[in-house]
């Protein structure tokens, strides 16, 4: 791997001088984000930024970006034996409000970690798109079918607080947010950028996150580094690997791993075909830290989805990717 930047207390100014990107490829890059409506756009190109747009310091709702900051954190506690992947719901004594069959008992963490528990019971923050898919219940066993379910989600929030003994949040901060340097990530007494945020039907809280596009861009960084931050290993090597392995055939959105996306033969957005290895961290309605291990690229987009409207959906996204690739001259 070519050597990787890594950013200081802040980000250098963003420039295609000394970069692998025609400038006239990155100008047209900016005019699609306007076009597409874009709330804020950075990336990196080994590590330094060629491009940005928008307030990368404002923190946006991550919507699902938070499923892979928590998948970051289990690889820290599998690590250290606090975590057992083989572990079932029953050893855990995980239930919930309608009751869990002996079968949906039989699910492993592993089986949550790649969305194949076989538990379709009602859960919190799903989209439409999630509650069309919800299986009927007892229609799969454990382990034996993929679908993207935040009923397999949230409860590992539940199971990573009860196992590790602290908020998922704080370990966030503790294990990610300040080695990495984040820059406006907060959670203390009185700011919290993390919240616990549950429903009537189901024990298990979604966990949703506000993150800034430059504080991403340094999660996305150390993926691409292997897990490593400016000579200081924050990640195990093999989890980073592991996590980022196609379990799952995700259809015209390519491979799922441990809650990262992944591209299949090319395939991950529409409108363009990717480098080999790409993954990605999404949110719905545009929210994306994409990493290219192929060409040593990070890649932060983000819509503002406090505001109805204001949604990249993934057609216009890939378009905007496919422009990035075509500024590449490698």
Same mark, same amino acid.
């Given at each position: 791997?070519?050597?990787?930047?890594?950013?200081?207390?802040?980000?250098?100014?963003?420039?295609?001088?000394?970069?692998?990107?025609?400038?006239?490829?990155?100008?047209?890059?900016?005019?699609?984000?306007?076009?597409?409506?874009?709330?804020?756009?950075?990336?990196?190109?080994?590590?330094?930024?060629?491009?940005?747009?928008?307030?990368?310091?404002?923190?946006?709702?991550?919507?699902?970006?938070?499923?892979?900051?928590?998948?970051?954190?289990?690889?820290?506690?599998?690590?250290?034996?606090?975590?057992?992947?083989? =572990?079932?719901?029953?050893?855990?004594? %995980?239930?919930?409000?309608?009751?869990?069959?002996?079968?949906?008992?039989?699910?492993?963490?592993?089986?949550? /970690?790649?969305?194949?528990?076989?538990?379709?019971?009602?859960?919190?923050?799903?989209? =439409?798109?999630?509650?069309?898919?919800?299986?009927?219940?007892?229609?799969?066993?454990?382990?034996?079918?993929?679908?993207?379910?935040? +009923?397999?989600?949230?409860?590992?929030?539940? %199971?990573?607080?009860?196992? !590790?003994?602290?908020?998922?949040?704080?370990?966030?901060?503790?294990?990610?947010?300040?080695?990495?340097?984040?820059?406006?990530?907060?959670?203390?007494?009185?700011?919290?950028?993390?919240?616990?945020?549950?429903?009537?039907?189901?024990?298990?809280?979604?966990?949703?996150?506000?993150?800034?596009?430059?504080?991403?861009?340094?999660?996305?960084?150390?993926? /691409?580094?292997?897990?490593?931050?400016?000579?200081?290993?924050?990640?195990?090597?093999?989890?980073?690997?592991?996590?980022?392995?196609?379990?799952?055939?995700?259809?015209?959105?390519?491979?799922?791993?441990?809650?990262? +996306?992944?591209?299949?033969?090319?395939?991950?957005?529409?409108? !363009?075909?990717?480098?080999?290895?790409?993954?990605?961290?999404?949110?719905?309605?545009?929210?994306?830290?994409?990493?290219?291990?192929?060409?040593?690229?990070?890649?932060?987009?983000?819509?503002?989805?406090?505001?109805?409207?204001?949604?990249?959906?993934?057609?216009?996204?890939?378009?905007?990717?496919?422009?990035?690739?075509?500024?590449?001259?490698?």
């Amino acid at each position: 791997m070519t050597s990787l930047s890594f950013p200081g207390a802040g980000w250098q100014p963003a420039t295609s001088e000394g970069s692998r990107f025609s400038p006239d490829g990155l100008a047209a890059v900016l005019d699609e984000a306007r076009r597409i409506d874009t709330a804020a756009l950075l990336l990196l190109d080994n590590g330094r930024p060629v491009l940005e747009f928008g307030d990368l310091a404002r923190r946006y709702k991550s919507h699902s970006i938070r499923k892979s900051l928590l998948s970051a954190l289990y690889g820290i506690h599998v690590a250290a034996g606090r975590i057992d992947l083989a =572990a079932t719901l029953a050893d855990l004594g %995980i239930d919930d409000k309608l009751g869990l069959t002996d079968v949906e008992k039989r699910a492993t963490v592993y089986d949550l /970690l790649m969305a194949r528990s076989g538990i379709y019971h009602p859960t919190c923050h799903e989209s =439409a798109r999630m509650r069309a898919i919800r299986e009927p219940r007892g229609s799969h066993g454990p382990s034996t079918y993929w679908v993207y379910n935040n +009923w397999d989600f949230n409860a590992l929030g539940t %199971i990573f607080d009860k196992l !590790v003994g602290c908020s998922l949040f704080e370990e966030f901060r503790d294990r990610l947010a300040t080695p990495l340097g984040m820059q406006d990530f907060r959670y203390d007494a009185e700011r919290r950028d993390g919240e616990y945020s549950g429903s009537d039907e189901t024990v298990h809280p979604a966990y949703p996150f506000r993150i800034s596009t430059r504080d991403l861009a340094r999660f996305g960084l150390l993926y /691409l580094a292997d897990g490593v931050w400016n000579g200081q290993r924050l990640l195990p090597e093999t989890w980073v690997a592991q996590s980022v392995q196609p379990y799952s055939h995700a259809g015209a959105d390519g491979a799922y791993g441990f809650m990262w +996306w992944l591209e299949r033969s090319g395939v991950h957005l529409p409108g !363009v075909i990717v480098p080999p290895g790409t993954y990605s961290a999404r949110g719905v309605g545009g929210h994306h830290v994409v990493v290219m291990p192929a060409v040593n690229l990070v890649l932060v987009h983000r819509a503002d989805t406090d505001v109805s409207g204001r949604e990249v959906d993934k057609h216009k996204f890939g378009r905007l990717v496919a422009r990035i690739l075509a500024a590449y001259r490698g």
